[in-house]
């Protein structure tokens, strides 16, 4: 894989794992194909437990050299419903924005905890996925273990939730 391109599919929600699955049985190494998730905390029947979310609910990414080949043979894949696209081009997604949810993801597909304390009504990030990220965080929800981030993706800004843990400072 040479080209450092980052490419979105938009597909039927729901569905983003499945079209991932029959990318890789077609194109094998050639492309990679990602689906950034997140771990969270949900509360069912009085209990918390831990379950994995789609980061972007409709969206496969894509990194590599897409080809004119490569186009057709994805138009038939169940559940993808399309290329984005900027014109007649391929909508290439910005570097930076792509940085980020790499930082996030790091080596794996989903967005782990991070551990967070408030001291003087400031946000610090002292491990995890969000370390350093900071200024990407728009709230946080302690009873729920979230924290609401900021993010661009595809020249829009959304507000994903993302886990933390709060820890306790020195002077609570």
């Known amino acids: 894989m ?4 980052w490419y979105a599919l938009f597909v039927v929600t729901g ?3 499945n079209v991932k699955e029959r990318l890789q049985f077609k ?5 990679r194909i990602l689906v950034p998730k997140r771990k969270l905390k949900e509360r069912k029947d009085g209990k918390w437990e831990y379950v994995i979310r789609t980061l972007f ?3 496969v990414l894509l990194h590599g050299d897409i080809t004119i ?4 043979e994805m138009k038939g894949i169940p559940g993808l419903i399309k290329f984005l696209r900027s014109g007649s081009d391929l909508l290439e997604i910005n570097y930076w924005e ?9 080596n794996d597909e989903t967005i782990g905890f991070s551990d967070v304390l ?6 610090i990030v002292v491990d995890g996925p969000l370390l350093s990220m900071e200024g990407y965080i728009v709230s946080l929800n302690k009873r729920k273990g979230r924290a609401k981030v900021r993010l661009d993706f595809l020249g829009e800004q959304r507000t994903v939730e993302l ?3 709060m820890l306790q400072s020195a002077g609570e």
């Open 118 to 123: 408030v001291e003087n009504g400031k946000v």
């Open 15 to 17: 569905e983003e794992d």
């Open 27 to 31: 194109f094998k190494d050639s492309i």
């Open 69 to 72: 080949e490569h186009y057709y």
């Open 2 to 5: 040479s080209s450092n391109r």
């Open 163 to 165: 886990g933390i843990n």
């Open 57 to 59: 609910p409709g969206y």
């Open 98 to 106: 792509m940085e980020v949810i790499a930082q996030l993801i790091c």
